[in-house]
T-cell receptor
Framework: KAGVTQTPRYLIKTRGQQVTLSCSPI?????VSWYQQTPGQGLQFLFE???????NKGNFPGRFSGRQFSNSRSEMNVSTLELGDSALYLC?????????????FGPGTRLTVL | DQQVKQNSPSLSVQEGRISILNCDYT??????FLWYKKYPAEGPTFLIS???IKDKNEDGRFTVFLNKSAKHLSLHIVPSQPGDSAVYFC???????????WGAGTKLIIKP
C-alpha cells in the first residue's frame, strides 16, 4: 500500500500570498488530520476531516482552512501568509475518525514565508 | 499553556543500555497517550500507546508506563539500538475532545 503523500514537499512564498497544500491519504483511510510543526515545538493540531466533514478544529486563525474531497484527498489553504506561518505542515491519515486511532503521517510540506 | 511537556530536549544513551524518555501532562481529562518516533525528513511513525485504565503497556523492546497520580508517563527502550536514534514525541488525547496534544519532542541519540 502506498503511504501518505504530500505535495509539494517544499514551498517558498512571500508575506500576504496564499498557499494550498495537498494530501493524499492511504487508500481506504477516510480520516485526514493536519498539523503544524515549528522548531522546538510539538505538532500543533490544525483540523481533522472525515468523510468530507470537518470534525475538529485546533486553535488557529481563520486564515487556515481545509477541505476534503470524496476520494478522501485533502487540501489545506493558508491565506494572507505571515512570517510566523513558516513551518513544516504534516498530514496524517487513519482508517477511522478520532485521535485514538493510530495515524499515518506523510513526509510533510516545508513552507517558508519571506 | 503546554498541556504535554517533554522537558528533556535531548538524551544520549550508550548502545545496549536502557533509554528512558519522560513526558508530563497537566490535563486530568487525558485518557489516552501515544508515543511517536520521527526520523529527519520523514513524518512521525506510531510506536506505542496506553489507555488510562492501564499503567503499563509493552511491545517488544518498548514499554510505556503511566502514573496517573503524578500525571507522568515514560517510554523505556531496552536494549537501545543505533536505529532508535530519532526524535520521540509524546501525545495525549481526551474522550471529550479528539484532538491530539503533542509534546515538543526529545531527541534520542544512541552512541555506539
Amino acid at each position: 500500500k502506498a503511504g501518505v503523500t504530500q505535495t509539494p514537499r517544499y514551498l517558498i512564498k512571500t508575506r500576504g500570498q496564499q498557499v494550498t497544500l495537498s494530501c493524499s491519504p492511504i487508500s481506504g483511510h477516510r480520516s485526514v488530520s493536519w498539523y503544524q510543526q515549528t522548531p522546538g515545538q510539538g505538532l500543533q493540531f490544525l483540523f481533522e476531516y472525515f468523510s468530507e466533514t470537518q470534525r475538529n478544529k485546533g486553535n488557529f486563525p481563520g486564515r487556515f482552512s481545509g477541505r476534503q474531497f470524496s476520494n478522501s484527498r485533502s487540501e489545506m489553504n493558508v491565506s494572507t501568509l505571515e512570517l510566523g506561518d513558516s513551518a513544516l505542515y504534516l498530514c496524517a491519515s487513519s482508517p477511522a475518525a478520532g485521535s485514538y486511532n493510530e495515524q499515518f503521517f506523510g513526509p510533510g510540506t516545508r513552507l517558508t514565508v519571506l | 499553556d503546554q498541556q504535554v511537556k517533554q522537558n528533556s530536549p535531548s538524551l544520549s544513551v550508550q548502545e545496549g543500555r536502557i533509554s528512558i524518555l519522560n513526558c508530563d501532562y497537566t490535563n486530568s481529562m487525558f485518557d489516552y497517550f501515544l508515543w511517536y518516533k520521527k526520523y529527519p525528513a520523514e513524518g512521525p511513525t506510531f510506536l506505542i500507546s496506553i489507555s488510562s485504565i492501564k499503567d503499563k503497556n509493552e511491545d517488544g523492546r518498548f514499554t510505556v508506563f503511566l502514573n496517573k497520580s503524578a500525571k507522568h508517563l515514560s517510554l523505556h527502550i531496552v536494549p537501545s539500538q543505533p536505529g532508535d536514534s530519532a526524535v520521540y514525541f509524546c501525545a495525549a488525547s481526551a474522550a471529550s475532545n479528539y484532538q491530539l496534544i503533542w509534546g515538543a519532542g526529545t531527541k534520542l541519540i544512541i552512541k555506539p
